[in-house]
């Protein structure tokens, strides 16, 4: 019986991971999902989920350290995804992104090597980690390896306090692993999407609730900078192969990132969107991107593709439709 916990369960990645490793395994699985629903949803999807017999939910704050009582042992894998993220809250509330984000995987590492040193774990970074290197110093390799500097372009600049937890979070967990010698992988996701991601301060469901609005002027804010998009299916089946695979069971701990191959500009992820939905506005509006917006992002997934033979296997244009989809049966509350 293969035991896994996982911190953020009730969150977009947390939610599809979930259901992905339930297949995987079948009958031969029970998950533990940790969530204080401040950012995770008790909704529909996440509620018909708990009701598996394999699934066990605990409401609990990471950032208290006597919630850890709570986890037991015995795991022998723990993905720990639980941060506080999304563009908007980085500019609103920095001091707490950087606070939850770092005090919660220092105490998931201390939780880890004194009850849990057998199993492996996981820490979900992000290309964020290395994202302002481009504009700091007018280079990156593109595709981007692994093998970057990891770079803070302004501290002073909200924008990179999420940035911030995920640069100093490899650091502890690569050497946290070294020190204790435990099993452990980075993954670092290269812009997720799919049902279920959020609302404000990510592109796609930003475009998915504008269309569904009909909002006419369209606008579009970096139009010529360009991204890739995994889908969400895509990235945590990545996600598990990783975590099976007895490649990144070593010393040093490997980082990984998981992304897809099609870089596209705003302004075609959008007329990409039109057409897969069966809209378009008259007029677009197009506008500058924020304070440290990131003009070109594409990462080097050879790694990946080597340690487990990964490919993708949803298209950008059904992912988008899959996604407007949802997005057009769950408007946002607010």
Same mark, same amino acid.
């Given at each position: 019986?293969?035991?896994?916990?996982?911190?953020?369960?009730a969150g977009f990645i947390g939610y599809f991971l979930s259901k992905q490793?339930?297949?995987?395994?079948?009958?031969?699985?029970?998950?533990?999902?940790?969530?204080?629903?401040?950012?995770?949803?008790?909704?529909?999807?996440?509620?018909?989920?708990?009701?598996?017999?394999?699934?066990?939910?605990?409401?609990?704050?990471?950032?208290?350290?006597?919630?850890?009582?709570?986890?037991?042992?015995?795991?022998?894998?723990?993905?720990?995804?639980?941060?506080?993220?999304?563009?908007?809250?980085?500019?609103?509330?920095?001091?707490?992104?950087?606070?939850?984000?770092?005090?919660?995987?220092?105490?998931?590492?201390?939780?880890?090597?004194?009850?849990?040193?057998?199993?492996?774990?996981?820490?979900?970074?992000?290309?964020?980690?290395?994202?302002?290197?481009?504009?700091?110093?007018?280079?990156?390799?593109?595709?981007?390896?692994?093998?970057?500097?990891?770079?803070?372009?302004?501290?002073?600049?909200?924008?990179?306090?999420?940035?911030?937890?995920?640069?100093?979070?490899?650091?502890?967990?690569?050497?946290?692993?070294?020190?204790?010698?435990?099993? =452990?992988?980075? !993954?670092? &996701?290269?812009?997720? @999407? /799919?049902?279920?991601?959020?609302?404000?301060?990510?592109? +796609?469901? *930003?475009?998915?609730?504008?269309? =569904?609005?009909? !909002?006419? &002027?369209?606008?579009? @804010? /970096?139009?010529?900078?360009?991204?890739?998009?995994?889908? +969400?299916? *895509?990235?945590?089946?990545?996600?598990?192969?990783?975590?099976?695979?007895?490649?990144?069971? /070593?010393?040093?701990?490997?980082?990984?990132?998981?992304?897809?191959?099609e870089e596209i500009t705003m302004r075609e992820l959008a007329e990409k969107?039109?057409?897969?939905? /069966?809209?378009?506005?008259?007029?677009?509006?197009?506008?500058?991107?924020?304070?440290?917006?990131?003009?070109?992002?594409?990462?080097?997934?050879?790694?990946?593709?080597?340690?487990?033979?990964?490919?993708?296997?949803?298209?950008?244009?059904?992912?988008?439709?899959?996604?407007?989809?949802?997005?057009?049966?769950?408007?946002?509350?607010?």
């Amino acid at each position: 019986m293969k035991k896994i916990l996982i911190t953020g369960g009730a969150g977009f990645i947390g939610y599809f991971l979930s259901k992905q490793l339930l297949k995987e395994y079948g009958e031969d699985v029970r998950l533990t999902l940790v969530d204080n629903l401040r950012r995770g949803r008790m909704d529909a999807d996440f509620k018909e989920l708990l009701e598996d017999k394999r699934v066990k939910f605990l409401n609990l704050d990471l950032t208290d350290l006597s919630a850890y009582s709570q986890f037991g042992n015995g795991y022998d894998q723990v993905y720990h995804l639980a941060a506080i993220n999304g563009t908007k809250i980085f500019y609103e509330i920095p001091h707490e992104v950087l606070r939850i984000n770092t005090l919660s995987l220092i105490y998931m590492l201390e939780w880890f090597r004194k009850e849990n040193p057998q199993g492996k774990f996981c820490f979900t970074s992000s290309n964020e980690a290395y994202a302002s290197a481009l504009s700091a110093f007018g280079q990156l390799p593109i595709p981007t390896p692994e093998k970057v500097p990891l770079v803070i372009d302004d501290p002073y600049n909200a924008r990179w306090s999420y940035a911030s937890t995920k640069l100093v979070g490899e650091l502890f967990v690569i050497h946290y692993a070294k020190m204790h010698n435990f099993r =452990a992988l980075i !993954v670092r &996701p290269h812009n997720f @999407y /799919g049902p279920r991601a959020g609302y404000g301060g990510h592109v +796609i469901p *930003d475009f998915c609730e504008r269309i =569904a609005a009909h !909002v006419d &002027p369209f606008p579009i @804010y /970096g139009a010529d900078d360009t991204r890739t998009f995994c889908y +969400i299916t *895509d990235a945590v089946r990545a996600m598990q192969m990783l975590m099976d695979s007895s490649k990144t069971d /070593g010393q040093p701990i490997e980082t990984v990132h998981i992304g897809d191959f099609e870089e596209i500009t705003m302004r075609e992820l959008a007329e990409k969107l039109f057409k897969a939905v /069966g809209w378009k506005p008259k007029e677009l509006d197009i506008k500058n991107g924020p304070p440290g917006s990131v003009k070109r992002r594409l990462a080097d997934v050879s790694k990946l593709q080597s340690l487990t033979g990964w490919k993708p296997e949803v298209s950008l244009a059904e992912g988008l439709k899959r996604t407007y989809d949802w997005y057009l049966k769950n408007p946002s509350k607010k």
